[in-house]
């Protein structure tokens, strides 16, 4: 999971954007929502379906997303941690459950043409992340 995280961050997970420079597809609509080019910033978190899963962990802690992207997400788990609101282990447990889990229902709708509802990716963010902590 970590690893898939500072990909996302650092922009080089094979989105369709991405793909498509590189030739190797023509279609480059989002397969979550299906409205959109599949780029870094649309996929993490300007996109409908990502957007609520993330508003959803957002909400454990009392939060809200602005401006529904991987920048804000980072700078309030940055701004929760140095002012000792959250622990950093729960933060970034929570973090890379969200990128992972959006990452996979991706590669879930796109290679075997099933889908989860947002509930059943929010639950499994949350019992990711319940489980990496109980084993620290």
């Known amino acids: ?13 094979p989105t369709k954007d991405r793909l498509q420079r590189w030739n ?20 993490f978190f300007k996109c409908n379906y990502s957007n609520q899963i993330a508003t959803k962990c957002f909400q454990m802690y009392g ?23 959250m622990e950093p282990d729960k933060d970034s447990s929570v973090f ?3 990128i992972w889990w959006i990452w996979k229902e991706r590669n879930f709708r796109l290679f075997q043409s099933k889908s989860r509802s947002i ?6 963010i949350h019992h990711d992340a319940e489980v990496k902590l109980k084993s620290r």
């Open 63 to 85: 939060g809200q997303l602005r401006d529904n992207n991987m920048n804000q997400l980072l700078d309030y788990l940055v701004s929760q941690w140095h002012a000792k609101y």
């Open 24 to 43: 190797i597809t023509t279609d480059t609509n989002c397969v979550l929502c299906d409205n959109s080019t599949e780029t870094h910033h649309h996929l």
């Open 119 to 124: 509930e059943e990716v929010s639950k499994l």
């Open 96 to 98: 890379t459950a969200l």
């Open 1 to 13: 999971m970590p690893f898939t995280s500072l990909k996302a961050i650092k922009g080089r997970l």
